[in-house]
């Protein structure tokens, strides 16, 4: 096996970039979106339990 | 007439139909500029994607792949280029739609109310835009015209015709939706004639080039470039695509906040999908036909001589799509500040909205002139602005955004200082250098240089001068301003029971879990085949 450490940090990167996007993105959801969409989840099962 | 020229005028006009059709949804300004804010997922990610990739990627950048290896530019100027479109949409791009801001000049408007400041502002950007996308438009016309056989005048005036008829007619309209169709004839070159050419040269033969030509998979490459040169490339990349108005003004189309965050996942993974793609069959090209001069030429030999008829005609389309997508972009820009920036805001000029479109289609049609006359001509000048022009916003306006979004001392003496001790060092050491008066280190240009006087500037500018009374309100207001409110707040006044907005929440999960699996396996896939 010949291991080429640059090929790694070309694809690396690339992979590296997607999971940059992924970690932003899935933070903003966590931080502005969450507490809403969990409130509307709360309200909805109470609106079909009554 | 052969087949070339059959394609060149049949991709044109599809084009300019498309765009025509597209002109009974201009109905007031909002149409015009951002489409009415009706851009959905697919246009969005189409837009940003086919803005990014441009002729540079397919000829300049494809050249250094093929003689010196995909590593070159890749592995870290082009890390740079991906991770700055990651910053102009989900950072600067996404902060000024929350802000309402139809142009990037509205940012500056709405903060500062300060003419200096708009002046310059503009100034910088009509210089940016117009020099960067005008070489690009001469040098992908003259390889063009060689390929077509056709003389390159006749290019240009068909190309900026076409412009013209797109940008003018339906505005923001016409060049999402071409884009989108550009776009799609890019991702034939990624994902099927890219990978066809490295079929052909062998994933074994593509390894054994390390051999032949000794350093092809490094950093360094076959020419053995100084790693303080790819320091640099990664430096000058993220700091002139992190601001650059061709990307951040791809948001504010946008339909919502969910779209923006879809985009940022989906459309940034196809930068490092369609780039690498493209370089390492330039890499298959070095296997295939050694010796290819220049060498910049090889994406277009790969697809004239080593795909069937039908491949090359998608190649020879997706390379006036890289050339059109990035032009169109750079160029409606520069109409909308002429007609909206300057027209309407600077003189003051209270428009209706049909006056209001019908000044920024005179001005689309006046920069399509201004375009096709300088790139005929093609005067010393331009090439000498085209040196400065797309690094402009790098040293200029990214460190004032960045402050001004961030720092409520942030005040118009110190932007507008910035963006002059930015702009003036970085050309007056641009020139030293050329002239051979001084010279920098290893790793340090130019722009570094002009990027850290200018911060240096803002930042003992705000310290000298307290920012004035409107300017704290701006920045307070701004504060609160966000594209997850607003969202959140029209998807309930739609739907109060909240069902769509859970769903498009989910629906962004989805899409991030998909893009890391499909990334995770591609890349994965390439440094298995390459690495080990």
Redesign the interface.
């Known amino acids: 096996m010949d291991f080429k450490p640059y090929v790694l940090m070309l694809f690396g990167n690339a992979l590296l970039t997607t999971v940059i996007c992924c970690v932003v993105v899935g933070l903003i959801l966590l931080r502005e979106y969450r507490p809403t969409i969990a409130r509307l989840k709360r309200e909805r099962a109470a609106n079909k339990r009554g | 007439m052969n087949i070339t020229l059959v394609i060149f005028v049949t991709v044109l006009a599809a084009y300019v139909l498309v765009a025509a059709g597209l002109t009974r949804f201009i109905k007031n300004r909002d149409d015009f500029y951002v489409m009415g804010e009706q851009g959905s997922t697919l246009l969005i990610t189409g837009t940003l994607a086919a803005t990014f990739l441009s002729a540079v990627t397919l000829m300049g950048i494809a050249g250094i792949s093929y003689s010196e290896g ?2 070159v530019i ?3 100027g082009s ?1 740079g280029a ?2 700055g479109t ?1 910053i102009a949409v ?1 950072y600067i791009g996404r902060k000024m739609k929350a802000m309402e801001c139809r142009t990037m000049m509205d940012f500056f408007d709405r903060r500062f109310n300060n003419k200096w400041v708009s002046v310059v502002a503009l100034i910088l950007m009509v210089i940016g835009l117009l020099g960067y996308g005008i070489i690009q438009l001469i040098g992908a016309g003259l390889v063009l015209a060689e390929i077509i056989n056709v003389p390159f005048p006749v290019i240009i005036i068909a190309f900026t015709f076409a412009l013209m008829i797109f940008c003018s007619l339906s505005g923001m309209y016409g060049v999402v939706y071409t884009d989108t169709m550009m776009f799609f004839t890019m991702l034939a070159i990624a994902f099927v004639i890219s990978p066809m050419l490295i079929g052909d040269a062998g994933m074994e033969n593509l ?1 054994g080039l ?1 051999d032949t030509l000794p350093g092809y ?3 360094a490459g076959a020419n053995d470039r100084a790693l303080g040169w790819s320091i640099s490339q990664f430096l000058v990349w993220i700091l002139f695509f992190a601001c650059t108005p061709a990307l951040v003004s791809r948001v504010f189309p946008a339909k919502n906040d969910f779209v923006i ?1 879809k985009v ?2 989906i459309g ?2 196809f ?3 369609m780039q ?1 793609m493209v370089y390492l069959a330039a890499g298959a090209m070095q296997v295939i036909q050694p010796g290819i001069e220049p060498a910049d030429r090889a994406m277009i030999v790969g697809f004239m001589d080593h795909t069937n008829p039908v491949l090359a005609g998608v190649g020879l389309a997706g390379l006036m799509a890289s050339i059109m997508s990035t032009a169109s972009t750079l160029f409606v820009l520069t109409g909308f500040a002429l007609a909206r920036d300057l027209y309407e805001k600077l003189f003051e000029k209270k428009l209706d909205e049909k006056r209001s479109v019908l000044a920024g289609r005179i001005s689309q049609v006046i920069v399509s002139i201004i375009v096709c006359v300088i790139a005929i001509a093609r005067p010393a000048g331009i090439y000498w602005i085209s040196i400065y022009a797309g690094s402009i916003f790098a040293v200029a306006w990214l460190p004032t955004i960045v402050a001004a979004m961030q720092w409520r001392r942030t005040n118009a003496a110190a932007v507008l200082s910035c963006m002059l001790v930015g702009s003036i060092s970085f050309i007056l050491l641009g020139e030293l250098e050329r002239h051979e008066l001084i010279s920098y280190p290893a790793g340090i240009d130019n722009l570094m240089i002009a990027f850290a006087l200018g911060t240096i500037t803002l930042v003992v500018m705000c310290f000298a001068r307290n920012p004035s009374p409107y300017e704290i309100e701006r920045f307070n207001e701004m504060k609160g301003q ?1 594209m ?2 607003i969202t ?1 707040g029209r998807f309930l006044a739609a739907d109060a ?3 769509t ?2 769903r498009e ?1 989910r629906r ?2 989805m899409a ?1 879990i998909a ?2 699996v499909v ?2 396996g591609l ?2 896939y ?2 298995v085949q ?3």
């Open positions: 995909p590593l890749g592995a870290l890390f991906w991770l990651l989900v390894r390390g998979w490094t950093l965050l940022a996942i940034v993974f930068a490092p999908a690498l966000r997850s409110e959140i029971s909240g069902a907005l859970i929440y962004v999960w991030l893009m890391l990334a995770g890349w994965g390439f440094f390459l690495g080990l």
